[in-house]
């Protein structure tokens, strides 16, 4: 027989059966099959790292641009505008201590990881002096500290949990009203507007004010001067503020274009500004010809209402006397603009689409928001009017209006065109404002609600739900329990909190949060992390109000950037030449008022060459990311899975924040 021959026995057809292998080489054989297998498995190997190596300039590229990014924003960072300074401030204080605390204990808990000590529990016998000093601080925070944290943990879980409930019953509430397709409908007999008849039209103000909107003031006007009602029953106030004289010449102007083509505008600026928004209109309701009319539309200077904005709101006023404000709902032009627009569009979309939906449905009352609404005359002089004690002005007058039993109506399908700020810097100020407002207005208005004739429910309802819970509850549990308490119980784990206090319920709150605008889910988990990184912004903003501190009554116009829509470029096709606007200007102006065309033509040359953006640093968010992130490293040691992710992210997104990489980008 062969050598290398094969003796095969076949039982059935179907069935092969090895007998003997006759090989004198079969070692032989089988090495080479080893060596073979041994170069394909060093070849796979190769290439997997020719994969890795290859991944390796990408992402080496990526943190370069990265790490460029930042030291730009940091080179670019305009320390000096400050309107409070750091050291003044007792949270930064409260942060920086912390801080310091945090490191140095890190510092203790790495040596005893590395020395293989128990980070969580007490030994059961000292191996040396450094060892008995360690067993004294598990000690004592085993039996002092973490009964204290934990029954603060407890008490933000249980307002974080009603809160949740909350938000879940108004989520009850949009679904319901979604399934039946409820609408704030208009009585055909109660439609009497004829076209043919302007008298059939009630009278109706439309008041613009505006301060130092440069940017914004050509499209406001010209979308209200468009409006689809009778010329003799409506009047535009446009209500300047500005402090600069250019722009104040470039709004009179254009004021007195639309007038000329037949528009019943006028123009008013107030010599004293005090009062900030609310001072401006009280000044204009002061005015002898406002007893003349029945209702009035407030726009702020960035909205562009569509040309039947009054067909659509004011008719619901017709055969409800009780009925005090028609709120229409905001729209933005730039929600797609960068990161942080997108994020407030979130927001909003749930403010707009749930909460004021909801409240206006079931309650008949929610705050006013400020603009793109009309009220009933007669309800805010019975209301008191304007009032310059807060900062918003606009929730003010709506609570002291729902204390005198007038309803409101929010329309969802009515929608007004506005811009969102751009900046991260425009808007903190802004959401500063409106956090610390309402605790300025809560404090006023507590001994009102209380001794008002409205239901015990309405009270109630004022005071827990519309307050207490969605204004100054909200953002203490959030602040507290995510960026305090959170990364203290890293260094005390005998106070850690459950993962579904930091996992599961922030998420399905979130979810809850996004439906109204379900094209934004994939920037949930950016939108989780953002809100918890505005809750020190609101937090602070929220004490400020409450206690009445110094940056509680700060007023600071929300920067805008004047981004058109194309109604406006249509409005704006219809104007004439620039040369014969200025000869227009020039026949109607004094000899004063040609000086100031003078100037403003020499200023509008440097306009064109835009100055470079000043980034700031925002050290209080950048103090909470190196904290946060120290408590993800403790984490770390720890072994803890959820902790550790949610810390390093959250990190992560306050270093984003405080280095101001969110927003309005570097030119």
């Known amino acids: 027989m062969a050598p290398s021959s094969v003796v095969v026995t076949i039982d059935k057809s179907s069935n092969f059966s090895l007998v003997e292998v006759d090989n004198s080489e079969a070692s032989v054989f089988l090495e080479k099959q080893r060596t073979a297998s041994t170069k394909q498995f060093s070849w796979l190997l190769l290439l997997k790292a020719q994969r890795i190596l290859s991944f390796v300039p990408w992402l080496t590229m990526g943190c370069s641009k990265t790490f460029v990014s930042v030291k730009k924003r940091i080179a670019l960072s305009d ?15 409260f942060v920086k201590a912390f801080l310091a605390i945090s490191v140095l204990a890190l510092g203790v808990e790495i040596f005893a990881y590395f020395q293989k000590w128990d980070l969580n529990f007490i030994p059961n016998e000292a191996m ?13 925070r085993a039996e002092y500290l ?5 029954m603060l943990s407890k008490f933000c879980v249980l307002l974080f949990l009603i809160q949740s409930v909350d938000r879940f019953i108004l989520g009850i509430g949009f679904f319901w009203i979604k399934f039946k397709k409820i609408k704030p409908g208009i009585d055909v007999d109660d439609w ?19 301060c130092n909107e440069r940017e914004v003031y050509q499209q406001s006007i010209a979308a209200v001067c468009q409006l689809d009602w009778p010329k003799d029953r409506i009047l535009i106030q446009v209500l300047d503020d500005s402090s600069d004289e250019v722009i104040q010449i470039l709004i009179r102007n254009e004021v007195s274009l639309w007038r000329e083509k037949g528009v019943n505008i006028i123009y008013r600026h107030r010599f004293v500004r005090t009062g900030y928004k609310a001072g401006n209109l009280h000044s204009a309701m002061a005015c002898d010809y406002v007893k003349n009319y029945e209702f009035v539309a407030i726009l702020d200077a960035d909205f562009q209402p569509n040309p039947d904005f009054l067909l659509l709101t004011v008719p619901h006023f017709k055969g409800k006397p009780d009925l005090g404000l028609v709120q229409a ?12 627009t997108r994020l407030q569009n979130i927001n909003l979309c749930f403010h707009f689409e749930v909460e004021q939906q909801v409240n ?19 309800a805010l002089e019975e209301s008191g009017g304007w009032l ?58 507590l001994p009102a609600i209380l001794s008002s004739k409205i239901s015990k429910w309405k009270k109630a309802n004022l005071i827990f739900l519309f307050f207490l819970l969605r204004k100054m509850i909200l953002p203490f549990y959030s602040f507290t329990l995510f960026c305090v308490i959170l990364p203290l119980t890293m260094f005390i784990p005998e106070a850690e909190l459950p993962i579904w206090v930091i996992c599961y319920v922030p998420v399905t709150m979130s979810v809850l949060n996004i439906l109204p605008s379900p094209k934004s889910f994939p920037f949930l988990m950016p939108y989780l992390l953002f809100e918890n990184t505005m809750s020190v912004t609101k937090f602070n903003a929220m004490i400020s109000g409450l206690f009445q501190l110094g940056s509680a009554y700060e007023w600071v116009v929300t920067k805008k950037t ?17 040369s014969f606007n200025e000869e227009k200007i020039q026949r109607r102006l004094s000899d004063s008022g040609l000086e100031m065309l003078g100037k403003l033509k020499e200023q509008e040359t440097p306009v064109v060459e835009k100055e470079k953006n000043k980034n700031r640093i925002y050290r209080k968010e950048v103090a909470l990311a190196f904290l946060l992130l120290t408590a993800a490293a403790r984490s770390l040691l720890s072994a803890h899975g959820i902790h550790f992710y949610f810390l390093l992210f959250q990190g992560l997104s306050f270093l984003v924040v405080g280095l101001d990489l969110i927003g309005e980008q570097v030119n």
């Not at 320390?79 to 930064?92: A, F, G, I, P, Q």
């Not at 973490?146 to 934990?150: E, K, Q």
């Not at 729209?331 to 603009?337: A, H, L, P």
């Not at 002291?400 to 007038?406: E, T, V």
Request: with cysteine; net charge neutral.
């Open 329 to 340: 709902r905001w729209s933005f032009v730039n929600k797609d603009e960068n990161l942080l």
């Open 192 to 210: 009497c507007y004829d076209a043919e008849d302007p008298l059939s039209f009630p009278m109706v103000l439309v008041q613009i004010p505006m």
């Open 146 to 150: 973490a009964p204290f944290i934990t």
């Open 562 to 578: 004047g981004r058109s829509s194309e109604s406006d470029l249509l409005a704006f096709a219809e104007r004439e030449s620039k």
């Open 388 to 445: 310059e004690r807060t900062t918003v002005e606009d929730m003010d007058i709506a609570v002291r209006a729902h204390l005198r039993g007038w309803k409101f109506i929010y329309l969802n399908d009515v929608r007004v065109l506005c811009e969102l700020p751009e900046s991260y810097e425009a808007y903190k100020k802004q959401q500063h404002r409106w956090h610390s407002g309402p605790m300025q207005l809560f404090r006023l208005c």
């Open 128 to 140: 040396g002096l450094m060892h008995l000093c360690y067993m004294g601080w598990v000690a004592f």
């Open 360 to 378: 206006g449905h079931f309650l008949n009352f929610f705050g006013f928001n400020g603009t793109a609404g009309v009220w009933r005359i007669k």
């Open 79 to 93: 320390s000096t505008k400050d309107e409070v300074k750091y050291k003044e401030r007792v949270m930064y204080r």
